[in-house]
C-alpha cells in the first residue's frame, strides 16, 4: 500500500476541531463533545442503559442475533473505548520506560491497577491512574485521569502491530522530533488531548453530556461504552416489543426502529453493455447509511445534544467542506478528515454505492480482501489487466491495485495509515502546477509528476482537454481572490453534474453583489434540494451585498435542517434590521438565539465563547462580546482567536492602548504565534509607531505559518519606512516562497520603479 507521510502537529485520535473564526467571521466550530465520569466504574457489560429505557444494550440484542454479535464484538467499534483491564490493555506495563524530548515516562501496573509516570499539567513527573484503553489496531492510547478528574488522551500510545512489522513498542504520536512541553496546545493535559471534549461522543454509545462551566465539570451518561448496536441503529426497546407482538400485527417494514437500513435490498450491480461501467438497478444514491455513519466518520462540528441515526446528518452536525488546510486544492485528504468528505467527492458515491457495498457492517471488514473488493462490481477483465493498470514490466505480485492507485494513504498519529475515499483518477498534472500529491509518484518517488504525466498521457489515460475541464483542475485554480477565481467557484456550484460537496465548497466561497444574475443565482441555490447547497448559500451571502443578504437568507431562516438555519442566522446578525422583509427581525432573533445554543451545547471549547462573543459584537452589545471573548480565554489561555477578536474589539472602541497590552499578554503565552504578531504589529502602525511595528510585522511575515497577506503587510510597512531596498528583498522572498501572488507582483513593480 502506497502512504503519504502528512507531519503536521495532528491533534488527539478522532479529534475534530476545526479553525475558529477570527476577526468577526462568526462559524459553528467542532467543539464536539462530551464526558465525564458518572460511568466510570462502569464495564462494558454492565454500563447498562442511559437515563434513557429506549437503550437495551448489546448483550440484549445477542439472544436474538448472534451471528451479527459474533462478528461485532472483535471489531474496532466493539473495542473502541473499553474500562483498563488485564484482558484490554495491549501495550507493555512491566515497568517499561519511554524518552521524549528529555521526559521519561513509565509505564507501572501496581495491585492490578495500571499507571503512568509522566509529565503533568505542571510539567513536573508524576503519577496518573490509566481509566480505559482507546482504539485497539494499529495503535492502542491510554485516557489517563487527572487530579480534577479530567480524561486526557496521553500521547504517549502503544503500538500494536508485530514486532516484525514495527510494532510491539511505545512511540508518540507526534513523532520524535515534535518537541511539546506542558504549555503546549499539543500536551496530552491541554484540552486539544481532553476525552471529555474531543473523543468520547464518536466511541461510545448515546453519549449525553452536560459541561458545568462555573465548576469545570462534566456530567455525562452513556447507554454502552463503546459503540455497539444502537449507536448505529438508534434505541432499540421498540423493537423489543416488536418482537414480543404478535407476528399478524408486526410492521414489516421498520421492525420497531425509527431506521431501516434497506435502501441495499434488491439493489444488483452490473456493467453497462456500451461503456463496461458497473451501474447500479435501481438508480438510488442512498442517505440512510451515510446519515448513521457520517456523524462519527467525518470532520464535524457537533449542533445537537444526542445523535440518533434517522437524523439528517444537518440537523446534528455541521460537516467541514473541502476546503484547504483541511484538504489539498483538488480536494484530496490532507489534515484528519476522516471518510464523508473524501467520499461524498467521489463517482461512486454519485452512482449509488454506499458503506456496506464495500465494509461489512458488524465486523467492519471489507467484503473482499484488497482489490477484490472493487472487482465486485468492476469486471477484472477490464480493470485488472495491464491496458487499465499499465504495469506490465512488473511482476504481478508488485503489480499495484486499485487501492494504491485510487484510494492512496496516508499516515496520521505516525502509524495509522488512513485510505482517500474520493476513488479518483491520479492526475499528476496537478501536481506539476500545484504541487499537490499524485499516486503515481507516491510508488514512482524516484521520478518527477512531468514523467508520470507524460506516461499516462502516452497511453491515453490523460488527455488535456480531459484534464482542464474535470472540476478537481478547476477547484485547483478556484483561488476566490482572483476574478478568474470567483468565476470558476461560480461555474463550479452552478454545474449540476458536480459532486454536491465540491458545488458546496465553491459556492461558500464565493460573494455575490445585488445585480439580477447574482439573484437569480443566488436564488437557485437558496432552493437546492440538497442542504448542503443551501447551507454553502447561507455563508455566501456572509459576504454579499446586504440587501441580497436580507432578502435571500431570510426563507432560509425556516428551513427544516438545523446547520442551514444556524448559518442564515449568522449571515443575517450583521444585516441592518432597516434592510430585513416586513416581521424577519423576530426570526431573526429565534435563529440566533438557537446558534447560541449550539454555543453552548459547547460550552467546554473556547471557540463556542469567541463565537458568542463575535455574534454580540454584530448585536452592537460590547461589554457582552468582551465578557464572552474573557471566557474564551479562561477556557483556554493559548486560544489565539481569542485574543484577536478581544483586540478588534477594543480597537472598534477606540482602547488601541488596552489592544495592545492584551496581544503582548497573548505573545507572552504564545510568543511565536504569527498572528499575534501580525496584529500587534498593524495596532502599532495605527499608533503611528512604524519601526516597532516592523519587527512584529516582520516575525509574522518570516515565520512557518507566514501567508501572502503578512509578506504583503510588511513589505508596506517597510517602504513607508523608507527602507526601499529591505522591502525590495522582502517582496522579492514572498514571491520565491509564495508563488505569483498579484498583489505582491505589483508592490514589486511598484518598488523597482521607485528604484528607477
Keep these: 500500500m502506497t502512504k503519504i507521510e502528512f507531519g503536521s502537529r495532528q491533534l488527539a485520535p478522532h479529534c475534530r476541531l476545526a479553525l475558529c473564526s477570527i476577526r468577526v467571521v462568526v462559524v459553528v466550530l467542532s467543539v464536539a463533545l462530551n464526558a465525564g465520569c458518572d460511568n466510570a466504574s462502569d464495564t462494558p457489560d454492565s454500563a447498562g442503559v442511559n437515563d434513557s429505557e429506549s437503550y437495551v444494550g448489546a448483550g440484549t440484542c445477542a439472544e436474538c442475533h448472534p451471528a451479527q454479535m459474533a462478528s461485532w464484538r472483535d471489531s474496532h467499534h466493539a473495542l473502541a473505548m473499553q474500562p483498563a483491564t488485564e484482558e484490554t490493555v495491549l501495550g507493555n506495563f512491566d515497568d517499561a520506560t519511554f524518552t521524549h524530548n528529555g521526559v521519561t515516562s513509565r509505564f507501572i501496573k501496581r495491585d492490578g491497577q495500571y499507571l503512568v509516570e509522566t509529565d503533568g499539567p505542571d510539567g513536573q513527573l508524576a503519577v496518573f491512574p490509566v481509566r480505559y484503553t482507546f482504539g485497539v489496531y494499529p495503535l492502542q492510547q491510554y485516557l489517563l485521569e487527572l487530579n480534577d478528574g479530567k480524561i486526557q488522551a496521553l500521547s504517549i500510545a ?185 467520499f461524498l467527492q467521489s463517482k461512486m458515491h454519485q452512482s449509488g454505492v454506499t458503506c456496506s457495498d464495500c465494509h461489512e457492517p458488524h465486523s467492519l471488514e471489507l467484503r473482499a480482501p484488497g482489490a477484490a473488493v472493487c472487482l465486485q462490481c468492476h469486471t477484472s477483465e477490464r480493470y485488472a489487466a495491464v491496458s487499465h493498470h499499465l504495469h506490465a514490466d512488473t511482476l504481478e505480485a508488485q503489480q499495484p491495485d486499485c487501492i494504491d492507485c485510487h484510494m492512496p494513504a496516508t499516515v496520521y498519529m505516525q502509524n495509522d495509515a488512513r485510505n482517500d475515499h474520493s476513488f479518483r483518477i491520479p492526475r499528476p498534472q496537478l501536481t506539476e502546477q500545484f504541487g499537490i500529491p499524485n499516486a503515481c509518484n507516491a510508488c514512482h518517488s524516484d ?214 497590552q492584551l496581544l503582548r499578554e497573548g505573545l507572552g503565552v504564545l510568543p511565536d504565534a504569527a498572528l499575534l504578531n501580525h496584529v500587534l504589529g498593524l495596532a502599532l502602525v495605527r499608533q503611528q509607531r512604524i519601526s516597532e511595528a516592523i519587527d512584529y510585522l516582520g516575525e509574522a511575515a518570516n515565520s512557518a505559518e507566514a501567508t501572502p497577506r503578512y509578506a504583503l503587510v510588511y513589505v508596506v510597512a517597510l517602504k513607508s519606512a523608507g527602507q526601499v531596498e529591505a522591502a525590495r528583498r522582502s517582496v522579492q522572498d514572498a514571491l520565491r516562497r509564495f508563488g505569483p501572488v498579484p498583489e505582491l507582483q505589483q508592490l514589486a513593480s511598484e518598488l523597482e520603479t521607485e528604484g528607477q
Excluded at 476574478?483 to 455575490?512: C, H, K
Excluded at 428551513?559 to 442564515?568: G, I, S
Aim: glycine letters at 6%; aromatic letters at 8%.
Design 447 to 660: 521520478k518527477s509528476a512531468a514523467w508520470a504525466s507524460d506516461a499516462l498521457r502516452r497511453h491515453g489515460k490523460l488527455p488535456n482537454d480531459a484534464m482542464t475541464s474535470h472540476w478537481t483542475y478547476k477547484l485547483a485554480a478556484a483561488d476566490p481572490a482572483t476574478n478568474r477565481g470567483r468565476d470558476l467557484l461560480i461555474e463550479i456550484g452552478s454545474d449540476p453534474a458536480y459532486p454536491v460537496i465540491i458545488r458546496a465548497t465553491a459556492i461558500a466561497q464565493t460573494g455575490f453583489g445585488d445585480s439580477e444574475p447574482a439573484q437569480q443565482l443566488i436564488a437557485r441555490f437558496t432552493s437546492s434540494d440538497a442542504p448542503l447547497i443551501r447551507l454553502a448559500a447561507a455563508r455566501a451571502l456572509r459576504n454579499s451585498a446586504p440587501s441580497l443578504t436580507a432578502k435571500m437568507a431570510a426563507p432560509l431562516l425556516g428551513d427544516p435542517v438545523k446547520a442551514v438555519r444556524l448559518e442564515a442566522a449568522v449571515a443575517l446578525v450583521a444585516v441592518d434590521p432597516i434592510l430585513l422583509p416586513p416581521g424577519v427581525n423576530q426570526d431573526v432573533q429565534t435563529a440566533v438565539q438557537e446558534y447560541l445554543d449550539v454555543q453552548a451545547l459547547n460550552s467546554e471549547r473556547a471557540e463556542s465563547h469567541v463565537n458568542v462573543g463575535n455574534v454580540e459584537r454584530l448585536r452592537k452589545r460590547p461589554e457582552l462580546a468582551q465578557a464572552a471573548y474573557r471566557k474564551a480565554l479562561r477556557q483556554n489561555p493559548s486560544f489565539i482567536p481569542a485574543y484577536v477578536n478581544l483586540a478588534d474589539l477594543y480597537r472598534e472602541l477606540g482602547r488601541e492602548s488596552e489592544a495592545e
Design 158 to 342: 502503544w503500538d500494536t502491530r508485530s514486532a516484525e512489522s514495527g510494532g510491539q513498542k511505545w512511540f508518540h504520536t507526534y513523532g520524535a522530533d515534535e518537541r511539546i512541553n506542558s504549555a503546549d496546545v499539543l500536551h496530552w493535559t491541554q484540552p486539544s488531548q481532553n476525552w471529555e471534549t474531543m473523543c468520547a461522543d464518536c466511541h461510545s454509545t448515546a453519549l449525553v453530556s452536560d459541561y458545568q462551566f462555573s465548576d469545570d465539570r462534566f456530567i455525562t451518561h452513556w447507554a454502552e461504552i463503546n459503540v455497539a448496536c444502537e449507536a448505529c441503529h438508534g434505541p432499540a426497546a421498540q423493537h423489543l416489543r416488536w418482537a414480543d407482538s404478535e407476528p399478524s400485527t408486526r410492521s414489516a417494514v421498520d421492525k420497531g426502529f425509527a431506521l431501516n437500513f434497506d435502501e441495499r435490498k434488491g439493489a444488483v450491480w452490473q456493467a453497462d453493455p456500451v461503456t463496461g461501467q458497473p451501474q447500479r438497478t435501481p438508480g438510488l444514491i442512498p442517505t440512510k447509511e451515510l446519515n448513521a455513519c457520517g456523524g462519527c466518520h467525518s470532520r464535524r462540528a457537533k449542533i445537537s445534544a444526542l445523535h440518533e441515526p434517522q437524523t439528517e446528518l444537518l440537523d446534528a452536525y455541521l460537516p467541514s467542506l473541502i476546503e484547504q488546510p483541511l484538504y489539498y486544492a483538488d480536494g484530496q485528504i490532507r489534515d484528519e478528515v476522516y471518510v464523508l468528505g473524501s
